[in-house]
T-cell receptor, first 113, second 114 residues
Framework: NAGVTQTPKFQVLKTGQSMTLQCAQD?????MSWYRQDPGMGLRLIHY???????DQGEVPNGYNVSRSTTEDFPLRLLSAAPSQTSVYFC????????????FGEGSRLTVL | GDSVTQMEGPVTLSEEAFLTINCTYT??????LFWYVQYPGEGLQLLLK?????DKGSNKGFEATYRKETTSFHLEKGSVQVSDSAVYFC?????????????FGTGTRLTIIP
């Protein structure tokens, strides 16, 4: 009953460091996405993918990189972390059938010092 | 562009009180409307949805009606419980050129006091 699994749950980085947030889903969903959640801002879409090998930018893509080599995995890379990237990150997936129902992971809290 | 405006929180109620969380939207075309709930330490999960005007979505005692004339989708519950304490997000989805886009509101934190 795993659903969407994100790792790590917590991470502290120094400015300029790089890291990858992992996301995996076991529901065979074509659509996967990454959001960031900031106080008073709701959820904002960073990148999304409609299938293996296909990715596209969302609302706030700068400073983030993604790839989708398999249906199951959709990692989010921060190449050079900045304090403005301190946030809670959520990975989500859906069947892509325009249901609007996203299945979210538990979130990854990132602090950049 | 599309947008969702939610009642600002936090909202604090006593157990068994009536709950309303207001949500209005701006969108082109005919969006579907959703309420998501985020319990402490968890990701968001779909609470209810409505896909066309006058539809009522309902789940776990919560209800919301899609009102096209007032562009609203207010969340209501007749008698709240402590376990309803969470953050509630209103959202809409539109489809353009085959791509579905979800737009979220800023969330309303609800705390229920025993």
């Amino acid at each position: 009953n795993a659903g969407v699994t994100q790792t790590p749950k917590f991470q502290v980085l120094k400015t300029g460091q790089s890291m990858t947030l992992q996301c995996a889903q076991d529901m065979n969903h074509e659509y996967m996405s990454w959001y960031r959640q900031d106080p008073g801002m709701g959820l904002r879409l960073i990148h999304y993918s409609v299938g293996a090998g296909i990715t596209d930018q969302g609302e706030v893509p700068n400073g983030y990189n993604v790839s989708r080599s398999t249906t199951e995995d959709f990692p989010l890379r921060l190449l050079s972390a900045a304090p403005s990237q301190t946030s809670v990150y959520f990975c989500a997936s859906s069947s892509g059938q325009y249901t609007g129902e996203l299945f979210f992971g538990e979130g990854s809290r990132l602090t950049v010092l | 562009g599309d947008s969702v405006t939610q009642m600002e929180g936090p909202v604090t109620l006593s157990e068994e009180a009536f709950l309303t969380i207001n949500c209005t939207y701006t969108a082109t075309g005919y969006p579907s409307l959703f309420w998501y709930v985020q319990y402490p330490g968890e990701g968001l999960q779909l609470l209810l949805k409505a896909t066309k005007a006058d539809d009522k979505g309902s789940n776990k005692g919560f209800e919301a009606t899609y009102r096209k004339e007032t562009t609203s989708f207010h969340l209501e519950k007749g008698s709240v419980q402590v376990s309803d304490s969470a953050v509630y997000f209103c959202a809409l989805s539109t489809v353009n050129f085959g791509n579905e886009k979800l737009t979220f509101g800023t969330g309303t934190r609800l705390t229920i006091i025993p």
